[in-house]
């Protein structure tokens, strides 16, 4: 029997971790990452004894923020591929440099796990043990993002790992076409309650409102997550020839330029670059200021107005009738973000400097538009549906529904059932044998 380890994404979203350990009990991790609850921060830990390797989906931290920890003291291959490997390194380092969170690991071991990144191509079928294979696929989620069939024991396991089955501006759809049958499905489950609008009339609807806004004499602001959302922005731009002052800053301007050295990874690299072009990037306080004044779109991070190159843009925006706050990305509960599209203002944290006694946040109501663009990269319910359906399975086949919050990984798991899959939204920590 070949053993399914739950270590985190359970009921949640964040710090994804799945063992395998087959019936002579060799081990793989597939992702490791970070969670974003205040504490529970990490997936469950691992006795790394007879390790084999360790597998990463892609580079948002909540598959590969925990990786580091995995090479304290074991030297073991790690899975990846060259752009999802710097992405990574990138958001890891900023995750360390950021937060007060006691990870349990640093730079050291972030380094280790460079040293041992093995580059897998997709549909390369690679050997980490005997009867055990893995075999990277498509997964359409993000530049370099990957679902991984795992091969053991006889037994074919397929884990989704983020998934989006639509065209996007800056990857190809993942498809379920040339799979083998599988025995085991672990798939995610963000969207599964929800409908994406129409790709198309969103996009333009989208430009409309903004070239709209600087016409009008305004400012507009987009909080993008750094990862693929501000470079999807900025294709979206390009594809309507949107020819007025872009700036992009923060993370965002990071991940935008580190692109361009993984031509392989993008849809269209020639497009992205011309797309790019269009944007300037600015890195200096100095420039800022001057171009706070303009009449622009300023993408920048963090996505959910928590902190980063946003924060210099967003307090002249906030105050301007004329001008607006498009949010590109989902906002979590509790989210600044979240506030101001359900509540309308945002609260600034006072400087503790000045009024010791009064730690109570300065409360800006927003006078300027804002609004919530739903440019996702997970398939919806529907898209979801159809990727199992597409799948074949073999007798007996099981289907784990994680990355989701409670809601969405138990609805979209008793969807299933009701379709005549064998299927369950497991919890932390629970082990499946197949
Ligand atoms: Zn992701
Ligand atoms: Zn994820």
Known sequence: MTKITFLGSCREIGRAGILITSNNGRKCILDYGIGFQKDARLPLPVNIKNLKGVALTHAHVDHSGALPKLYKEKQVPFYTNPISLRISEILIKDSLNISKYNFQFGYRELEKLRNN????????????????YITFINAGHIPGSVSI?????????????????????????????NLPPIDCLIIESTYALKTHPNREMLEKNFVDKISNVISNGGKILIPAFAVARSQEVLLILHKYNYNDQIYVDGLS????????????????????????????????????GSIKKENAVFIASSG??????????LKTILRDPLSAIYFVGYQVEDSPGRTLLDKGYFDYKRDHGSVVEDLSPIRVVAKCDYEYFDFSSHADGTQLLEYVNGLKFRDGSQVFCIHGDEKSTTRFSSSLVKKGYNSVAPEIGEEYMI
């Not at 037994?155 to 998934?163: A, E």
């Not at 501006?169 to 076409?177: D, K, V």
């Not at 692109?259 to 100095?286: M, T, V």
């Open 304 to 313: 959910m107005l928590k902190g980063g190159a946003v924060m210099e843009y």
């Open 253 to 288: 301007r990071k991940i935008c330029t580190s692109y361009l050295n993984y031509p392989e990874a993008l849809k269209d690299y020639k497009i992205y670059k011309k797309a790019l072009k269009k944007a300037k990037f600015i890195s200096r306080q100095i420039d800022r």
């Open 149 to 177: 069939l795992i091969e053991v024991d006889g037994k074919n396991i397929l884990y989704s790992g983020d998934i989006n089955t639509q065209n996007t501006n800056l990857c190809f759809p993942t498809s379920t076409e």
């Open 117 to 132: 990144a093995w580059f897998l191509e997709e549909g390369i079928r690679q050997k980490i043990d005997e009867n055990f």
